[in-house]
């Protein structure tokens, strides 16, 4: 342990933009993972062009299917920001966790001194024990939770789930049956249902870091027109203003935005943007009126509303 807790300081030492770790009391360094094998010491990777791979500034927590990956995307538009390629999955992992943090550096991008490193992994959210594990490692991170319509991110999540069956030649339920019971009532079981009940899920993050070190952007509204969105995260993350409005363009082909960068064009992925399957005005009507009271306790929460249901 004493090999781990050096390895921190060293890393701390090195990168001095992001926050070491605080001291661990005996009740809470049980929450950090074992020393890797050689040692356990947090290393700082550099790169003979200068760069190093760090602890994130920015960590994209959440949530499936609200966008995050359109998100980063269109922050790796600035100059400063440096994005990890993949979904990390340190945090809500114990397979990745016990690795350590010698591990979660491995997974950072290179990047220049004064640049930005942000990572996303959308499960952060809803994991119970990930705003704990976070606070601990990385207290000084700054945090975005990309939301939707909870309506709409439930089914996004059916349709991204029935998608992955059927090119695995599996079985499926119709969304009928996985959202409501057979006594008319909501299926509280259903995950996807859970993952929407955002003022759950935000009670845990607020319990950890304070609500001005989180940023909530609006899903609906990145969708509809991106740039004010992405602006409004530029100036969260006290970014020199660089992205504009020539940026993004509308792709009618696909029915959604896309990016231009340096005369390059990109859009996201063929499964990004999928038709919902078509659910029943009734039962649609059921999952607006559940969602109603958690929604207003999310409001209260983060002390703004949002266009839902």
């Excluded at 090999?3 to 890393?11: D, E, K, R, S, Y």
């Excluded at 397979?95 to 996303?120: C, D, I, N, R």
């Excluded at 089914?155 to 006594?183: A, C, F, G, M, W």
């Excluded at 969708?223 to 660089?242: C, T």
Aim: hydrophobic share 40%.
């Amino acid at each position: 342990m004493a090999a781990f807790l050096f390895g921190l300081l060293f890393f701390a030492m090195q990168s001095p933009p992001v926050p070491s770790a605080p001291a661990h009391s005996s009740s809470t360094s049980s929450l950090l993972p074992p020393p890797s094998a050689d040692g356990g010491a947090a290393r700082v990777a550099a790169h003979p062009n200068g760069t190093v791979q760090r602890l994130p500034d920015i960590v994209i927590i959440g949530v499936r299917k609200g966008g995050t990956r359109a998100l980063i995307e269109m922050l790796s538009l600035h100059g400063d920001v440096a994005a990890a390629e993949n979904e990390v999955h340190f945090f809500d992992w114990e397979s990745h966790f016990q690795k350590g943090l010698p591990w979660y550096l491995s997974q950072m991008p290179y990047a220049l001194p004064g640049q930005l490193t942000v990572e996303k992994t959308p499960a952060y959210f809803t994991s119970s024990k990930v705003p704990r594990r976070l606070q601990q490692v990385n207290p000084g991170a700054k945090l975005l939770l990309i939301l939707r319509d909870p309506t709409e991110r439930v089914l996004s999540d059916y349709t991204q789930v029935y998608h992955n069956r059927l090119l695995k030649h599996k079985q499926h339920q119709p969304i009928e049956e996985v959202l409501v019971l057979k006594d008319g009532g909501v299926n509280l079981g259903y995950k996807a249902l859970n993952r929407s009940l955002y003022y759950v899920h935000m009670q845990n993050w607020l319990r950890h870091f304070p609500l001005d070190s989180i940023h909530v952007v609006d899903g609906d509204a990145l969708i509809r027109d991106p740039f004010p969105e992405v602006k409004r995260v530029e100036r969260f993350l006290r970014l020199e203003p660089q992205i504009n409005a020539a940026n993004f363009y509308f792709n009618r082909t696909k029915g959604f935005y896309c990016l231009r960068d340096h005369g390059r064009e990109r859009c996201l992925h063929d499964s990004k943007g999928r038709a919902h399957p078509r659910v029943a005005p009734d039962i649609l009507h059921k999952l607006y009126r559940f969602f109603h009271e958690p929604n207003r306790k999310f409001f209260e929460l983060v002390g703004r509303t949002f266009d839902w249901n």
